[in-house]
């Protein structure tokens, strides 16, 4: 006997076993449904009839998409993840030879002639890690002290490009930030050159430098410099110097346009003695609220916080309603890949990914969507750790500038093996166009990231990426 829609949907929202019917050919009417069941899935709308005639319908690949935005809706870290049938298994990536000794360097730490090594290998990641780990334990080793000067001395006139396998500005900002710590008196000598530099990136790096040496006077110069990315990092290091003390300039910050130093700005003022700073934070909440854009979300929740505000006070834009027509496509089985291009002042080269219409048909579309208009091209990979992702996609190459509308996590049960592709977050249904390349395998992302894509050619180019480097452009390919 059959089951109405409505007790369909009952079983399904009880979490009750729902029995399969096989698949069949669809009718427009049935393409229509498909995008109805996961418009009510974004939308986290259970009580949308289309979840009923999804569960009700004679195809199994509507009643699986049905079952899953159920899911999704009750939970959206559930259990069950169905998915239609999968694509091709993702390639299983070999690493390269270098990340063995990347992995190996943070035992040898305090091991000053590795670390020398390490700063001579042939790969940087493997130089940009010793410099990372090297510290006061190293301050008489003459030799690795000259080789960090050697890469802040002896970078190349134009830091704006760099070819395969060399660096441009990285290896004088990661040689300026480990001379910081163990010999400060060079890195001071060094530190007003980059400052003076015409590279946001390299200024950016002084002003980390800065905040190793206490530096405040040259933390205050770069706290006002024009690009916001550098404001906010000199900012940081500030708060964490002279704190309440330069409340003053935190306060004038919170003018900039930039939401990663508005941000900085208001969580250096929490708990301020001023007491134009609850007043001031407000006035500056009201108009980022009426920017908005979700992916500031960030910059409003602190400044809610020095004005004496909740969390809960945030004014977050409505979620949008509408789906690229791809989405449908995606969620039927349909095969569509990106050719992401890498500039070639940033070593160039391409990769190809695959989307996961299997599992995220709605987020794997409206990126397909972005990349073909554009959106992407330009931008830059504004995170890089070596043993862990690639992330980029900011309009601001920083964390907290994205998308203006947040994109709905579709969490599956496809882990974050190396290769695959995963969408950042600020907390759950917080994606903000922001992605992410695993270069190992991350299964402890599994519960909290979506898997949108993998790559399926050109992993060599994923892991010779830079912090820095621009892509030129995403474009659809033919599979």
Not at 83 to 97: C, Q, T, Y
Not at 186 to 207: F, I, P, V
Request: charged letters at 25%; aromatic letters at 6%.
């Amino acid at each position: 006997m059959p089951f109405s829609p409505r007790a369909l949907l009952l079983a399904a929202m009880l979490g009750l076993a729902v029995p399969p019917v096989a698949a069949q050919s669809l009718t427009k009417a049935d393409s229509a449904l498909v995008g109805r069941i996961l418009l009510a899935e974004d939308r986290r709308d259970a009580t949308d009839p289309a979840l009923a005639a999804g569960l009700a319908h004679p195809d199994a690949r509507l009643q699986t998409l049905a079952r899953r935005a159920i899911g999704r809706t009750r939970d959206a870290q559930f259990a069950a993840r169905d998915s239609l049938p999968r694509l091709a298994p993702p390639p299983i990536w070999v690493e390269p030879a270098w990340r063995l000794r990347f992995r190996a360097l943070p035992q040898l730490r305090d091991d000053c002639s590795a670390l020398l090594l390490a700063a001579s290998d042939s790969a940087w990641p493997v130089r940009f890690r010793a410099a990372a780990l090297a510290r006061e334990s190293c301050a008489k080793d003459e030799a690795l002290v000259q080789t960090f000067v050697r890469w802040v001395r002896e970078r190349p006139v134009d830091l704006s490009r760099r070819k395969k396998g060399e660096v441009a500005w990285q290896g004088a900002g990661n040689g300026l930030v480990a001379l910081a710590r163990i010999a400060p008196d060079e890195a001071r000598y060094r530190l007003t050159d980059a400052m003076r530099s015409d590279n946001w990136h390299l200024r950016q790096y002084a002003a980390r430098a800065a905040a190793i040496l206490r530096d405040t006077v040259r933390l205050r110069t770069l706290a006002v410099d024009a690009d916001d990315n550098v404001a906010e990092a000199a900012i940081d290091g500030l708060a964490r110097v002279s704190g309440h003390a330069d409340d003053a300039l935190y306060l004038r910050a919170l003018e900039r346009r930039g939401a990663q130093v508005v941000r900085a700005a208001a969580v250096a003022l929490k708990g301020s003695p001023d007491p134009r700073a609850a007043a001031t934070a407000m006035l500056t909440f009201e108009k980022w609220a009426a920017r908005a854009n979700a992916s500031e979300r960030d910059a409003r929740v602190a400044l809610l916080a020095v004005a004496g505000q909740p969390e809960t006070a945030d004014r977050p834009p409505p979620v949008r309603a509408t789906l690229p027509r791809e989405a449908m496509a995606l969620a039927l089985g349909q095969e569509l890949r990106l050719r992401v291009t890498m500039h070639k002042h940033s070593g160039g080269g391409t990769f190809t990914v695959r989307l996961r219409g299997d599992v995220a048909p709605i987020m794997a579309a409206r990126l397909y969507a972005l990349a073909k208009d554009g959106y992407y091209d330009g931008l830059t990979w504004h995170r890089v750790e070596h043993d862990f992702v690639i992330q980029g996609g900011s309009p601001g190459a920083n964390e907290y500038v994205g998308l203006p509308q947040f994109l709905r996590d579709e969490l599956g049960t496809v882990t974050h093996a190396r290769g695959t592709l995963g969408m950042s977050t600020r907390g759950h249904d917080t994606g903000d166009a922001q992605w992410f390349v695993n270069l190992r395998d991350n299964a402890r992302l599994d519960r909290d990231y979506t898997v949108w894509a993998e790559v399926v050619a050109g992993i060599e180019v994923v892991d010779g990426i830079l912090e820095g480097d621009h892509i030129a452009k995403i474009r659809p390919i033919k599979p």
